[in-house]
């Protein structure tokens, strides 16, 4: 197959899912092009099956933003057409299902559009008064729509009132490149003396990851138990959790990594993942932990349930509560053979209901139902 992605280049979950399904796709044989602004943040190199095509953007004053809407629809409708692409799949269905859109009315060749929602566009920028006529419009013209759990396909659905199908195809984790391994100990030091416990969040630092209720319940864990914490990522709410830190007298225990492009290192050597997101569709940093053979501790919020497994690869306790989330991790971190058992528990899961071939093999399965015309069960890869 001939295959265009579109992604955020950020280092997002949907970024990340959409260039390892690209990288995945190519090492299976397809010739894979990625339309995107910016080189995808984990697309570190290129082959013969595996292309990137940028989107440039014009500044003119006249318009008010650069329309990377519109940029994103020509590139496409170019790149389709000269490369002869038979599927188009894009993630994000606000603008990236729209530039689609746009782009079958250039192009004279004929191409399945697959939109792939993942939460943010859907759950937070689609549902607002300004977006969400379009946002529907793009998810009703698109060939197939699938989403990354459950929670977000039901929610999809009730929210925008639809009645077509959504398949569920979760996102997947390479357990090979995530998992736990010998690193020299001086690294793991890096974070942690020796005998103390370290926790780990890795994320974009948005405000809906709610960065403070991690240090918050990091102030609580480790008066208990000697412990640090490392925060993996950026964005607008890391000076937030830097000066809360500051304020709580634990800035000399939090080690602010910024973005990492191996961050599976960190994992590495992680004994427990934190997680407090306010809405998560899925949870993909919190996957790569449990590939790593760490427990998570988060809200239980969207689809998060449907990633740990409450009582067996980690613990879930109710939103806002970040009291009990610093409680759950120092049960777990007092019982070192449950840490342990949650840990094993958690890497089984990656490994059997989330592993990356299943994941790229269900995307392909997908693809062929698209483009013979076959049905797109909900629920069914």
Same mark, same amino acid.
């Given at each position: 197959?001939?295959?265009?992605?579109?992604?955020?280049?950020?280092?997002?979950?949907?970024?990340?899912?959409?260039?390892?399904?690209?990288?995945?796709?190519?090492?299976?044989?397809?010739?894979?092009?990625?339309?995107?602004?910016?080189?995808?943040?984990?697309?570190?190199?290129?082959?013969?099956?595996?292309?990137?095509?940028?989107?440039? =953007?014009?500044?003119?004053?006249?318009?008010?933003?650069?329309?990377?809407?519109?940029?994103?629809?020509?590139?496409?409708?170019?790149?389709?057409?000269?490369?002869?692409?038979?599927?188009?799949?894009?993630?994000?269905?606000?603008?990236?299902?729209?530039?689609?859109?746009?782009?079958?009315?250039?192009?004279?060749?004929?191409?399945?559009?697959?939109?792939?929602?993942?939460?943010?566009?859907?759950?937070?920028?689609?549902?607002?008064?300004?977006?969400?006529?379009?946002?529907?419009?793009?998810?009703?013209?698109?060939?197939?729509?699938?989403?990354?759990?459950?929670?977000?396909?039901?929610?999809?659905?009730?929210?925008?009132?639809?009645?077509?199908?959504?398949?569920?195809?979760?996102?997947?984790?390479?357990?090979?490149?995530?998992?736990?391994?010998?690193?020299?100990?001086?690294?793991?030091?890096?974070?942690?003396?020796?005998?103390?416990? =370290?926790?780990?969040?890795?994320?974009?630092?948005?405000?809906?990851?709610?960065?403070?209720?991690?240090?918050?319940?990091?102030?609580?864990?480790?008066?208990?138990?000697?412990?640090?914490?490392?925060?993996?990522?950026?964005?607008?709410?890391?000076?937030?959790?830097?000066?809360?830190?500051?304020?709580?007298?634990?800035?000399?225990?939090?080690?602010?990594?910024?973005?990492?492009?191996?961050?599976?290192?960190?994992?590495?050597?992680?004994?427990?993942?934190? =997680?407090?997101?306010?809405?998560?569709?899925?949870?993909?940093? !919190?996957?790569?932990?449990?590939?790593?053979?760490?427990?998570?501790?988060?809200?239980?919020?969207?689809?998060?349930?449907?990633?740990?497994?409450?009582?067996?690869?980690?613990?879930?306790?109710?939103?806002?509560?970040?009291?009990?989330? !610093?409680?759950?991790?120092?049960?777990?971190?007092?019982?070192?053979?449950?840490?342990?058992?949650?840990?094993?528990?958690?890497?089984?899961?990656?490994?059997?209901?989330?592993?990356?071939?299943?994941?790229?093999?269900?995307?392909?399965?997908?693809?062929?139902?698209?483009?013979?015309?076959?049905?797109?069960?909900?629920?069914?890869?």
């Amino acid at each position: 197959m001939r295959i265009g992605i579109t992604c955020f280049a950020g280092v997002g979950g949907s970024g990340i899912v959409a260039t390892e399904l690209g990288i995945g796709l190519a090492a299976h044989g397809h010739t894979v092009h990625f339309i995107c602004a910016e080189m995808p943040f984990r697309l570190d190199d290129l082959s013969e099956h595996l292309f990137f095509h940028q989107v440039h =953007l014009f500044p003119y004053p006249v318009l008010q933003n650069p329309q990377y809407d519109l940029a994103l629809a020509s590139r496409l409708s170019e790149v389709i057409a000269e490369q002869e692409l038979d599927l188009l799949h894009v993630h994000y269905a606000v603008p990236h299902a729209i530039s689609a859109f746009l782009a079958r009315q250039i192009c004279a060749r004929a191409f399945r559009v697959v939109t792939t929602v993942h939460g943010t566009d859907t759950r937070l920028v689609g549902l607002d008064p300004s977006y969400r006529p379009i946002t529907r419009f793009g998810l009703e013209q698109s060939d197939g729509v699938t989403a990354v759990s459950h929670y977000l396909a039901e929610a999809t659905r009730d929210d925008f009132t639809l009645t077509r199908p959504i398949a569920v195809l979760p996102n997947f984790v390479d357990t090979q490149r995530f998992r736990r391994r010998a690193l020299p100990p001086c690294y793991r030091e890096n974070f942690a003396h020796p005998g103390e416990r =370290l926790l780990i969040h890795v994320s974009n630092m948005r405000p809906v990851k709610r960065i403070a209720d991690i240090v918050r319940a990091f102030a609580l864990i480790q008066r208990r138990i000697p412990s640090r914490l490392v925060l993996v990522g950026d964005g607008p709410d890391r000076l937030i959790a830097e000066r809360l830190a500051c304020d709580l007298e634990i800035a000399d225990r939090i080690t602010f990594t910024g973005n990492l492009a191996h961050v599976e290192n960190v994992l590495a050597v992680g004994d427990l993942f934190l =997680l407090a997101s306010e809405v998560e569709s899925f949870g993909l940093a !919190a996957l790569e932990a449990m590939a790593c053979g760490m427990p998570v501790v988060a809200y239980r919020v969207g689809g998060v349930p449907e990633v740990v497994d409450d009582g067996v690869s980690g613990l879930l306790v109710p939103l806002y509560d970040f009291q009990a989330l !610093a409680e759950s991790a120092i049960e777990l971190l007092s019982a070192p053979a449950r840490l342990t058992a949650f840990g094993t528990a958690a890497r089984a899961a990656a490994e059997t209901q989330f592993a990356h071939e299943t994941g790229i093999t269900a995307y392909e399965h997908y693809y062929t139902r698209m483009l013979t015309g076959a049905p797109a069960h909900a629920d069914a890869p």
